[in-house]
C-alpha cells in the first residue's frame, strides 16, 4: 500500500471506519473518497424505519378490507357461538347465564354401561367415517392424479381428463346423492343384476341406508378435493429425479415410495385437511345415504337447532372445532405448509 494511501487511513476520522474495514479488505483506488464511502447515496437510507413506513401503512391498508370481512363473518360469530354454548337454556327461552351442562352433557353416561355414552360414541362414529373416506380419498385420489401427470403425456389430454374429473361437481351434492338410490336400492339395479345373475339369492340390505352407503358417498364427492392438491404436487416434481431413480436401478414401485411419495407429501397433507374438515362437518350426506337412521356430529348439532337447543348445539360446534382443529394441528406437523407453498 502506497505511503499517500496509508496517510489517507490514518487520517480517518473514527465514523469512518466502515469505509476504511472495506479499503483493507477490498483494496481500493490510489484517489478513494472514503466520505464518498461512507456516506449514504440518499440520506434516508439511513433512517429505514422513515423508508419502510409508508409501505407498511399501505399494506396495512390493503389487508384491512379482508380483514374486516374476517372478523365480522368468523370470528364474532364464533365468539357468539362460545357464549352462547355456556347459556341455560328452558323449552321456551335462552337464559344467558353461565354454565357448563351443555359440555357435560355430551359426556353424559359415560361410565355407567355399555352403549350409555351416547354423544361419545356419536363422536367417535364420525371419526370413523372421517378416516375412512380419508384412506379410500387418498387411494383414488393418488393413482388418479399419478397416472394424469406421469403417464399421460399429452397437455391437452391431461386438462381434458382433468375437466371430466370435475363433471361431478357440475351438478348439487344432493343431486349427486339421490342418484345413488336408484342404485343401490333393494330393487335397485346393482342387487337386480347381482339376483338376475345367480350370484345372490336375495337383495342385499346393507348396500343403502348403512355405513356402506355414507363413505361411498362421502368418497364420491370428496375425491377431488384430494386428486387436484396430489395432481398439483407431482406436476412440480423435476422429472430429472425420476429418471436418476430408474438409472441406479430403481423399480416402478421404489421410484413411487422413495421419491414420488415424499415430494407430493404436500398435496397429500392439503388434500387430507379438505377432506376430514368436509366429513366431520358434514350432516347432509349421512341424513341423506343413512337414512336418518346413522348419527354423525354434524346431524346431532343440526336435530339441536331445529329444536331450539342452542346452547346444546353451540357446545358440540366447539367441541367438534377443537376436534378438528386438533387434527389439522397434527397433520401440519408433518410439513412446513408455508415452506413448501
Not at 483493507?24 to 447515496?41: E, I, K, V
Not at 328452558?90 to 351416547?118: H, K, M, N, R, W
Not at 366431520?280 to 354434524?298: E, L, N, R
Request: with cysteine.
Amino acid at each position: 500500500m502506497s505511503s499517500s494511501r496509508r496517510s489517507d487511513l490514518t487520517a480517518a476520522p473514527p465514523d469512518l471506519g466502515a469505509a476504511v474495514l472495506a479499503v483493507r479488505q477490498y483494496g481500493a483506488a490510489p484517489h478513494t473518497d472514503l466520505g464518498a464511502l461512507a456516506a449514504p447515496s440518499h440520506p434516508a437510507a439511513s433512517l429505514p424505519g422513515r423508508v419502510n413506513r409508508p409501505k407498511h401503512v399501505v399494506a396495512w391498508l390493503q389487508a384491512a378490507p379482508l380483514t374486516a370481512v374476517f372478523v365480522v363473518f368468523f370470528l364474532v360469530p364464533l365468539v357468539l357461538i362460545a357464549m352462547v354454548s355456556f347459556w341455560q337454556a328452558t323449552d321456551y327461552e335462552l337464559i344467558p347465564a353461565f354454565t357448563a351442562q351443555s359440555y357435560l352433557d355430551i359426556l353424559a353416561g359415560c361410565g355407567a354401561g355399555e352403549g350409555s355414552c351416547v354423544m361419545l360414541s356419536t363422536y367417535l362414529s364420525t371419526l370413523k367415517f372421517s378416516l375412512l373416506t380419508w384412506i379410500f380419498t387418498t387411494l383414488i385420489g393418488f393413482t388418479v392424479a399419478y397416472f394424469l401427470a406421469f403417464h399421460v403425456r399429452s397437455t391437452l389430454m391431461q386438462t381434458v381428463l382433468f375437466i371430466l374429473c370435475t363433471v361431478p361437481f357440475w351438478t348439487s351434492n344432493v343431486i349427486r346423492m339421490i342418484s345413488w338410490i336408484p342404485l343401490l336400492g333393494r330393487n335397485g339395479l346393482v342387487n337386480d343384476v347381482l339376483v338376475s345373475s345367480g350370484a345372490i339369492g336375495q337383495p342385499i340390505e346393507w348396500l343403502l341406508f348403512s355405513d356402506f352407503s355414507v363413505v361411498l358417498a362421502f368418497v364420491h364427492l370428496y375425491t377431488m378435493f384430494m386428486i387436484v392438491p396430489i395432481f398439483n404436487s407431482m406436476m412440480r416434481i423435476d422429472r430429472a429425479l425420476l429418471e436418476a431413480a430408474r438409472d441406479n436401478g430403481a423399480s416402478a414401485w421404489q421410484t413411487v415410495v422413495h421419491v414420488i411419495l415424499p415430494l407430493c407429501k404436500t398435496g397429500l397433507i392439503i388434500g387430507s385437511i379438505f377432506v376430514i374438515a368436509l366429513v366431520m362437518g358434514d350432516f347432509v350426506t349421512v341424513g341423506v345415504m343413512g337414512g336418518q337412521q346413522i348419527a354423525s356430529v354434524g346431524k346431532v348439532i343440526q336435530v339441536q337447532a331445529n329444536v331450539l337447543q342452542f346452547p346444546a348445539a353451540a357446545a358440540n360446534a366447539m367441541v367438534l372445532l377443537a376436534v378438528v382443529l386438533l387434527m389439522i394441528v397434527a397433520l401440519m406437523r408433518l410439513v412446513d405448509l408455508r415452506k413448501e407453498l
